[in-house]
């Protein structure tokens, strides 16, 4: 359908009508029945406008301007029709970079929507007062409950995004795989923006948890919860039960009871590079060995329950850029269930939006259309608890 010049597609808009072509092609790329990399400007130009759009294109008028190619007599020129097809490209090219797979960060987080731009405060409510375990006597009322307020805050928000334009040169040279190249990189630069943020959060380099109005730093060695710990290299299933063990001893705030622990399940193991194939392998050892001190050797399955493995190369550089040796880096690694630990509040989803005309744009750039790609949102931890660190350092 797109090819020689685009004599097809203009023969299927002339017989059934630009906005019929154009539902066709924007369901034939959703569906991936068309690659973007198999799709050329200059063809949807040619099939759009026609030759005389493009001619008055390369005489510098643009399809929405001075000179609006919608009132050409040549039959069936939409450049509507044009401008959104381009647009839709331009929009699956950001979202193919931005969900491209490596990412890890929304594994780690649960994603909450929320119209407040400079954060909220979390009410939530304390159990009742009272251990609760003393009966009710046949014809005595019921204790009455007592709460106490209890409470996190999100930080502010913050926008990213970046604007790309479709310019004369562009379309009339072709220049396709440029145009799919700057999309791209706009939609894996937002990403990698919000990831670094992600894991920033996540290692404990950001430590945003404020609960009942003070700020915390996610990981700890004493207080009010511990969950970090250094020189414990991931070797083994028996690390994995060391931190199962040290989350579980932890006390949960929200009972009156302060020795009742919190309901921790591990579901995630984040390793960096170095360590991701000595995680797999105690994920699915068949066999393990227990030597015991009179050297009776007990052989069984592996002890440990499935966790999901994470890992990410781009979570090494951000530890080696906060300050951490590399060598140490190396050795970072998490295990919990980060996804009762952070949040990432989010305004809006990565979006992309076509630009209204724009007469001063088109008569003193060329450009045709312009796109803007953005994204608005914060991680944060809102309840450090169920997630431990380790390192060797």
Same mark, same amino acid.
Do not use: C
């Given at each position: 359908?797109?090819?020689?010049?685009?004599?097809?597609? @203009?023969?299927?808009?002339?017989?059934?009508?630009?906005? %019929?072509?154009?539902?066709?092609?924007l369901?034939a790329?959703?569906?991936?029945?068309?690659? &973007?990399?198999d799709?050329?400007?200059?063809?949807?130009?040619?099939?759009?406008? $026609?030759?005389?759009?493009?001619?008055?294109?390369?005489?510098? =008028? =643009?399809?929405?301007g001075? /000179?609006?190619?919608?009132?050409?007599?040549?039959?069936?020129?939409?450049s509507?029709?044009?401008?959104?097809?381009?647009g839709?490209?331009?929009?699956?090219?950001?979202?193919?970079?931005?969900n491209?797979?490596?990412?890890?960060?929304?594994t &780690?987080?649960t994603?909450m929507?929320?119209?407040?731009?400079?954060?909220?405060?979390?009410?939530?409510i304390?159990?009742?007062? $009272?251990?609760?375990?003393d009966d009710?006597r046949?014809?005595?009322?019921?204790?009455e409950?007592?709460?106490?307020?209890? #409470?996190?805050?999100?930080?502010?928000t913050?926008?990213?995004?970046?604007?790309?334009? &479709? !310019?004369?040169?562009?379309?009339?040279?072709?220049?396709?795989?440029?145009?799919?190249?700057?999309?791209?990189?706009?939609?894996? @630069?937002?990403r990698?923006?919000?990831?670094?943020?992600?894991?920033r959060v996540a290692?404990g380099?950001?430590n945003?948890y404020k609960?009942?109005?003070?700020?915390?730093?996610?990981?700890?060695?004493?207080?009010?919860?511990?969950?970090?710990?250094?020189?414990?290299?991931?070797?083994?299933w028996?690390?994995i039960?060391?931190?199962?063990v *040290?989350? /579980?001893?932890?006390?949960?705030?929200?009972?009156?009871?302060?020795?009742?622990p919190?309901?921790v *399940?591990?579901t995630?193991?984040?390793v960096?590079? %170095?360590k #991701?194939? !000595?995680?797999? @392998?105690?994920?699915? =050892?068949?066999e393990?060995? =227990?030597?015991?001190?009179?050297s009776?050797? !007990?052989? /069984?399955?592996?002890?440990?329950?499935?966790?999901?493995?994470? !890992?990410?190369?781009?979570?090494?550089?951000?530890?080696?850029?906060?300050?951490?040796?590399?060598a140490?880096?190396?050795?970072?690694?998490?295990?919990g269930?980060p996804?009762?630990?952070?949040?990432y509040?989010?305004?809006?989803p990565?979006?992309?939006?076509q630009?209204?005309?724009?007469?001063?744009?088109? &008569?003193?750039r060329?450009?045709?259309? @312009?796109?803007?790609?953005?994204?608005? $949102?914060v991680?944060?931890? #809102?309840?450090p608890? #169920?997630?431990?660190?380790?390192?060797? /350092?």
């Amino acid at each position: 359908m797109l090819n020689r010049k685009g004599i097809a597609l @203009r023969n299927l808009i002339e017989e059934h009508g630009a906005d %019929h072509v154009q539902g066709v092609l924007l369901e034939a790329m959703e569906k991936g029945e068309i690659k &973007l990399n198999d799709i050329s400007i200059l063809e949807l130009a040619y099939g759009f406008l $026609g030759n005389d759009g493009i001619s008055k294109l390369a005489m510098g =008028a =643009a399809p929405r301007g001075g /000179s609006q190619l919608l009132e050409s007599s040549a039959s069936g020129v939409d450049s509507t029709a044009f401008i959104n097809i381009t647009g839709q490209i331009i929009y699956n090219k950001v979202m193919e970079a931005y969900n491209a797979p490596g990412f890890i960060g929304d594994t &780690l987080f649960t994603t909450m929507q929320s119209q407040f731009l400079d954060g909220e405060k979390i009410a939530g409510i304390t159990a009742v007062q $009272g251990d609760g375990d003393d009966d009710i006597r046949e014809g005595m009322p019921y204790p009455e409950a007592a709460f106490g307020e209890d #409470y996190v805050e999100s930080p502010a928000t913050k926008k990213k995004g970046m604007i790309l334009s &479709l !310019t004369r040169e562009t379309v009339l040279k072709d220049r396709t795989g440029v145009l799919m190249q700057r999309a791209g990189e706009i939609g894996t @630069r937002i990403r990698i923006q919000k990831e670094k943020a992600q894991l920033r959060v996540a290692m404990g380099i950001t430590n945003n948890y404020k609960w009942k109005g003070t700020t915390y730093n996610t990981f700890l060695t004493s207080g009010n919860w511990i969950n970090d710990a250094s020189s414990q290299e991931l070797l083994d299933w028996t690390s994995i039960e060391n931190v199962f063990v *040290q989350l /579980s001893e932890i006390a949960n705030p929200d009972q009156p009871d302060s020795t009742e622990p919190i309901n921790v *399940q591990m579901t995630h193991l984040f390793v960096m590079p %170095h360590k #991701y194939h !000595t995680a797999m @392998r105690i994920m699915n =050892a068949t066999e393990v060995r =227990a030597v015991s001190n009179t050297s009776n050797t !007990t052989l /069984s399955r592996s002890p440990i329950q499935p966790l999901e493995v994470v !890992t990410s190369a781009l979570a090494l550089q951000v530890l080696i850029a906060s300050g951490v040796a590399a060598a140490d880096a190396k050795n970072y690694w998490f295990a919990g269930d980060p996804k009762r630990t952070f949040m990432y509040t989010e305004i809006w989803p990565v979006t992309v939006t076509q630009a209204p005309a724009n007469l001063e744009s088109e &008569l003193e750039r060329d450009i045709i259309s @312009r796109y803007k790609a953005s994204e608005r $949102g914060v991680p944060w931890v #809102y309840n450090p608890r #169920y997630f431990a660190r380790r390192k060797v /350092s």
